[in-house]
Every structure is written in C-alpha cells, then in structure tokens.
C-alpha cells in the first residue's frame, strides 16, 4: 500500500470512528391535557435518559414494542419533536434548538427521516417528479428543470424503480406498498443526507417484498456510507439488518452492543422475552411447542405513572426489591456488549457513557 493511500485510509478510518449524530441523557415528555383545572399536572414519560451514537456506514437497530418511545427517539433525532432534556450532537457539536427554519433546513441537509407509512407521508395530488424534485430545489442540488429531470430519474434507478421513465409521472395511488416506500427512500437519498433514520419502513408492506427493502436500505448504506438508524419491533430481523442493536422499553434503553451479541447472547429479561416471542424453528421441539421461552406477565405500564426504578420489574420475573428503588446502572459485559440490570453486578458503578457501542477495529494496516 502506497503512502497516499495509506493517509487516505487512516484518515477514513478517524472520520468513521467518531460517531456522526449522538443522543445523549435524551429526554422527553408529553403533557397530557386536563379539563380539571386545579388537578395535578400530568406529562407521559415517553423517553428516560437516552443515549445512542450512530456512526457512517453502520446500521444501529433500535428494537422494542410498540409504545416503548423507539419513534419518538427519531423524531427527536430529526428535529421534529424538541427533547425535554439532554442533548443532540452532530459531527460532535451540540445541536441548538433553534425554530427558525434557515437552522432546522440546514440540520435536516444531513438528517433524514423515512417514515413508517409510505402512503401517508406522500402527497396525494402531486407526482413522483414533484416529490423527488421539490428537495433538490430546495436544497439547491438542481438548478433548472433539465437536471432536476435527470436527478429524478437517476433517484428512482437507485431505488430500483426502473423504467424510471414509467413512474416519474405517476400518483402515489398509482404505485404499490413498496414502490411508495422506495419512492419516500429517494426522496430522503435526494438531500444527500449523511444520516438515515428509518421507522419501521416495512412494517405496513407485503411480507414478500420487506427483504427488497431491507437489503436496498443496506446496499444505499454501503454506497453512500450512511449513518442508518433501523426501528423495528421484529428483533430476529435486526440481527440480519443492523451491525449494533439497541433494547427498548417503556422509554428505557435495557441493553445493545453488537447484534449479534444480543440476539444470540441477551442478558436482560426483556430482551430474552422479545427473542422468545420471535419464530425461531430451533427452538420447536417434537410436540411443536417452544422449548425455551420466558413467561409473560402483565402488560406494558402506563408511561403517566410509570412504576419506579426499572419500569420492567413488574413484568420481570428475576425481579429483586432493589429493581423498584431505582434504575439499573449501565453494566460493561465486553466487546460493546452492555445492559442496565441487577443481575449482573450491582447494575454498574461507572456512569452511563454516551455511546452504545464501540466502532470496530481499525483494519490492519
């Protein structure tokens, strides 16, 4: 290897080393409104101390059930909801919480968000030409309508939409579950984003066409090096998906590390619970029942009045009496792998570092 390229490697490699956008102690709640105007106020704890680093070319699955806070953490993440408390970090540097719309366009330049329903999240009266060209004009990536025009139809053969000239004229209505999710996928790619954050982008689609997009969100991740944040409720997909995995519950992060660490090896109850609830033909014995699987009991609390320390404890059934005085802190457990419990240790005595995971190693030189 040449000098040059050496420098050129050591110097992506420091670039890819550093996480691009951060959550840090992420905080948010909701007011809930009251017509009694003496009552006490209420707010929803949608989200507890949040931490999470997203880092170029490696995809972060966020996994939980549904109301565990994993959307509200995007929308966060994509200035579409204010944190409560804690901080954002781009490229290292805090985010301000500006409103003006001169700051908020030039966050979203490097962030994007693709939502769950593609459906919704797309103009019904306009074509696909105005969905993918109407952000490079903004964004002044395309300066006339000649190269807006090719822009656009160089956006859809990224996204597998090809002929592109059949569907650049074409409603939404027009198209199907996943031709409206590839089209709402161009339109975030059209910014040139450097962060990606996907929520739950095939859960409305067709089970035969998920596997399209989940293996064109990696082949985009590769190609452009993109931060990608994939929520997901299904954690047996994250493993396949996404090189670091992230446990939510009721707004509390439980554990992460690499995925394959956390699927193959869960540490926390909830997590052991989420995998036992995921179709696994290894884990069918001759009668056709699982022969491993972790008890559920109760439901997911009421995040107005959350239970104290761990939220998962009346649920867990290793709960202990200290579970309910106060959250777990974060326990190491090698090779990035880490949870928030009591059963290993005493749920840790150093503080919870901002980051999930560590990057991988540098390549041999």
């Given at each position: 290897?040449s ?41 929803v ?47 290292g ?55 807006a ?32 999710q ?6 975030a790619?059209?910014?040139r ?25 990696l ?13 997901t ?133």
């Open positions: 290897m000098v040059i390229n050496q420098e050129v490697t050591a110097r992506n490699w420091q670039e890819a080393a550093a996480p691009v956008l951060e959550a840090i102690h992420l905080q948010k709640h909701f007011p809930v409104r009251q017509f009694n105007l003496f009552g006490e106020k209420q707010v704890h949608a989200v507890e101390d949040a931490n999470l680093a997203l880092y170029p070319g490696r995809a972060t699955a966020l996994v939980g059930e549904s109301g565990s806070g994993k959307t509200t953490i995007a929308r966060m993440l994509a200035r579409l909801y204010d944190p409560t408390g804690g901080e954002i970090r781009f490229r540097a805090p985010v301000k919480l500006e409103k003006g719309p001169a700051a908020l366009r030039a966050y979203r330049r490097h962030v994007q968000l693709v939502f769950q329903d593609p459906f919704a999240s797309l103009n019904p009266v306009h074509d696909i030409r105005y969905h993918l060209s109407r952000p490079l004009r903004i964004f002044k990536h395309a300066r006339s309508n000649v190269e025009n090719e822009q656009v139809l160089a956006l859809l053969r990224r996204v597998s939409l090809t002929p592109a000239e059949q569907f650049i004229q074409k409603f939404p209505h027009q198209l199907s579950g996943g031709q409206r590839r089209i709402a996928i161009a339109r790619l059209a910014v984003p450097e962060v990606l954050l996907a929520d739950e982008p095939v859960s409305m689609l067709d089970v035969s066409i998920r596997m399209d997009i989940l293996n064109l969100l082949r985009l991740k590769e190609e452009e090096h993109l931060a990608l944040l994939y929520i409720h299904d954690i047996a997909s994250a493993r396949y998906f996404a090189d670091d995995t992230v446990v939510m519950y009721a707004g509390q992060m439980v554990e992460g590390g690499p995925s394959e660490e956390v699927t193959q090896r869960p540490k926390h109850p909830y997590t052991q619970l989420l995998l036992s609830a995921a179709p696994d033909p290894d884990r069918i014995g001759p009668d056709g029942k699982s022969k491993s699987t972790l008890p559920a009991r109760g439901e997911i609390p009421s995040l107005i009045k959350p239970p104290t320390g761990c939220r998962f404890h009346p649920r867990c059934p290793h709960a202990m009496p200290v579970c309910k005085e106060r959250f777990p802190k974060r326990t190491e457990l090698g090779g990035g792998h880490w949870t928030n419990c009591f059963l290993y240790g005493d749920g840790g005595d150093a503080p919870i570092p901002s980051t999930q995971a560590a990057p991988p190693a540098a390549p041999a030189q």
